[in-house]
């Protein structure tokens, strides 16, 4: 156990200014929340976690609020998570969400948080996750992850959910041709909520060619109708297995192989494998010669030492010619390198400036596995 641990003591207690500040240390990833995150990771498991996405006026927390107040009415108690990947700020939207959430303000069996994008996506969706935990190992029954948008990071978010409703509400333009194939993929159940406008059989035609075996349910949240029939759809899905944080975010940018010369590798990797050189340069700081191939999507970057005391010259002595590094995208570099810090990893360099002017640093292959790896921003 950390230092955490009295902290966990009053958590488990049930106290809920242990449970605000340790929420608040989360959300700004401070000292230490990576570590209580982690330490609560064990004593999670029992929560059902839901997850409420669709585009923008869907309908999603007048329906959140429904599924607060129906819970409550069966004695389970409740922690939403709304998320907002495109406010650096809470904003509006979020404002309005814990405006109509007050009415469960009084109630120590709801927890309510409001996540902005701060940093990056990938940042909001560690952070989201980590608060899933802490509602979890806090004992709540069920924690509902609410998220607005329709893009990448919006799908990393709801990817931490069980089970995930799709919300869409008819003739409002977000018609199944333009969702996004990623939160299509990502809905176990979808909910066609204003079903009191026209479009609603429309659409409900249109969703069955997508929806395959997954259930689609009518509801009119703001009347609260459907709402019981959702919750027993929902309890009738098999739960996906807690997904802890979105490995998504995280990408392969390229993979750096030592060489004693570039030319000569190049017959294998252009001429046989039928790669196709994009660049060719000098990198003076790191004394090599680099020729980038693209993969489509990650690149292989070839290494010659461009001096006798470059890196690649002292591995090659040492290792031979072969990989000398993974580098992997991250979305924020400067989060990664605080928790890996905060870890204990050996990191090599203070963030800095590479040729194209994207920050990188290098972790020691002592804390990664055996691999040198390179963290770059995305
Ligand atoms: N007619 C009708 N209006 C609804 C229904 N559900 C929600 N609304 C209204 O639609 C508007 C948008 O609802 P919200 O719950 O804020 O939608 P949202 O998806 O959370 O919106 P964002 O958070 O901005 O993305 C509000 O004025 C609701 O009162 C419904 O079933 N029928
Ligand atoms: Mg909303």
Same mark, same amino acid.
């Given at each position: 156990? #950390?230092?955490?641990?009295?902290?966990?003591?009053?958590?488990?207690?049930?106290?809920?200014?242990?449970?605000?500040? +340790? +929420?608040?240390?989360?959300?700004?990833?401070?000292?230490?929340?990576?570590?209580?995150? =982690?330490?609560?990771?064990?004593?999670?498991? @029992?929560? /059902?976690?839901?997850?409420?996405?669709?585009?923008?006026? *869907?309908?999603?927390?007048? /329906?959140?609020? @429904?599924?607060?107040?129906?819970?409550?009415?069966?004695?389970?108690?409740? $922690?939403?998570? *709304?998320?907002?990947?495109? =406010?650096?700020?809470?904003?509006?939207?979020?404002?309005?969400?814990?405006?109509?959430?007050?009415?469960?303000?009084? &109630?120590?069996?709801?927890?309510?948080?409001?996540?902005?994008?701060?940093?990056?996506?990938?940042?909001?969706?560690?952070?989201?996750?980590?608060?899933?935990? /802490? %509602?979890?190992?806090?004992?709540? &029954?069920?924690?509902?992850?609410?998220?607005?948008?329709?893009?990448?990071?919006?799908?990393?978010?709801?990817?931490?959910?069980?089970?995930?409703?799709?919300?869409?509400?008819?003739?409002?333009?977000? &018609?199944?041709?333009?969702?996004? !194939?990623?939160?299509?993929?990502?809905?176990?159940? %979808?909910?066609?909520?204003?079903?009191?406008?026209?479009?609603?059989?429309?659409?409900?035609?249109?969703?069955?060619?997508?929806?395959?075996?997954?259930?689609?349910?009518?509801?009119?949240?703001?009347?609260?109708?459907?709402?019981?029939?959702?919750?027993?759809?929902?309890? @009738?899905?098999?739960?996906?297995?807690?997904? %802890?944080?979105?490995?998504?975010?995280?990408?392969?940018?390229?993979?750096?192989?030592?060489?004693?010369?570039?030319?000569?590798?190049?017959?294998?990797?252009?001429?046989?494998? $039928?790669?196709?050189?994009?660049?060719?340069?000098?990198?003076?700081?790191?004394?090599?010669?680099?020729?980038? /191939?693209?993969? #489509?999507?990650?690149?292989?970057?070839?290494?010659?030492?461009? !001096?006798?005391?470059?890196?690649?010259?002292? %591995?090659?002595?040492?290792?031979?010619?072969?990989?000398?590094?993974? !580098?992997?995208?991250?979305?924020?570099?400067?989060? *990664?390198? *605080?928790?890996?810090?905060?870890?204990? +990893?050996?990191?090599?360099?203070?963030?800095?400036?590479?040729?194209? #002017?994207?920050?990188?640093?290098?972790?020691?292959?002592?804390?990664?596995?055996?691999?040198?790896?390179?963290?770059?921003?995305?």
């Amino acid at each position: 156990m #950390g230092d955490s641990s009295g902290l966990i003591a009053e958590l488990l207690r049930g106290d809920r200014r242990a449970l605000a500040r +340790a +929420a608040t240390l989360i959300e700004n990833s401070g000292p230490g929340s990576a570590t209580l995150a =982690s330490e609560l990771k064990p004593l999670t498991g @029992r929560a /059902l976690i839901l997850g409420i996405t669709g585009a923008p006026g *869907a309908g999603k927390s007048t /329906l959140c609020d @429904r599924l607060v107040a129906l819970h409550r009415s069966e004695g389970k108690t409740v $922690g939403v998570i *709304a998320v907002d990947p495109s =406010s650096p700020v809470s904003g509006g939207a979020i404002l309005g969400d814990r405006i109509r959430m007050q009415q469960h303000h009084d &109630d120590p069996g709801v927890f309510i948080r409001s996540m902005a994008a701060r940093g990056t996506p990938g940042g909001l969706a560690r952070a989201t996750g980590d608060l899933v935990t /802490l %509602f979890d190992a806090a004992g709540f &029954d069920v924690v509902i992850i609410e998220t607005v948008g329709v893009g990448q990071s919006e799908v990393d978010v709801v990817r931490l959910a069980q089970i995930t409703m799709l919300v869409m509400a008819p003739g409002s333009g977000d &018609d199944i041709q333009a969702m996004k !194939a990623g939160v299509m993929e990502v809905a176990d159940v %979808f909910v066609i909520n204003k079903a009191d406008y026209p479009g609603t059989d429309k659409l409900e035609q249109e969703l069955h060619g997508v929806a395959g075996e997954r259930p689609i349910v009518r509801t009119v949240a703001s009347e609260g109708q459907g709402i019981r029939e959702l919750t027993q759809v929902v309890g @009738r899905c098999p739960r996906k297995e807690r997904q %802890f944080a979105a490995a998504s975010a995280v990408r392969i940018d390229h993979l750096g192989i030592a060489v004693k010369s570039v030319d000569q590798a190049l017959q294998f990797y252009e001429e046989q494998l $039928g790669l196709t050189v994009s660049l060719r340069e000098v990198v003076d700081q790191e004394k090599v010669n680099v020729a980038m /191939l693209p993969l #489509g999507g990650p690149r292989i970057e070839l290494l010659e030492a461009s !001096a006798p005391d470059s890196v690649i010259a002292k %591995f090659i002595d040492k290792r031979g010619e072969g990989l000398h590094h993974v !580098a992997l995208k991250v979305p924020d570099l400067r989060a *990664a390198v *605080a928790r890996l810090q905060a870890a204990g +990893a050996r990191i090599l360099n203070e963030p800095r400036a590479g040729a194209g #002017g994207h920050l990188y640093v290098f972790v020691h292959p002592s804390s990664t596995g055996g691999v040198l790896l390179e963290l770059i921003q995305a």
